[in-house]
């Protein structure tokens, strides 16, 4: 009996899958980068500043990045580690959405759409 914590999910699949994902999503990122610097030349007034270039795109960035890295450790078998490493960076991009969500609801209620009296 194998006492891995991956036993039985030792597979090829799984881990370029994981990575796929990791990949997908730093690659997410710098399109909302694209995005986000494209708004700030266009119709909308808004003009993303340092706050938003850091929480919205970097830090998402560097997580997704690290999920790359985990899925590689994985692949070295340092599963323990890096299933504790996959746990991290989970919580991580859900402190971020949740600040990202907060951040944009209370910038929408401060800042109203123009065309309302």
Not at 36 to 55: A, K, L, S
Request: aromatic residues 12%; negative net charge.
């Amino acid at each position: 009996m194998d006492a891995s914590p991956l036993s039985g999910w030792d597979n090829f699949y799984v881990i370029i899958g994981s990575s796929a994902g990791g990949l997908a999503g730093v690659v997410y990122g710098c399109l909302i980068g694209a995005n986000m610097r494209r708004i700030g030349i266009g119709v909308t007034h808004y003009v993303p500043v340092r706050e938003d270039w850091i929480w919205n795109v970097i830090l998402p960035t560097l997580v997704y990045a690290a999920l790359v890295v985990m899925a590689a450790l994985i692949w070295d078998r340092l599963t323990a580690e890096a299933l504790y490493g996959v746990a991290i960076l989970a919580l991580a991009l859900l402190f971020i959405g949740i600040r990202n969500a907060w951040d944009l609801a209370v910038w929408m209620s401060v800042n109203p759409p123009h065309d309302t009296i």
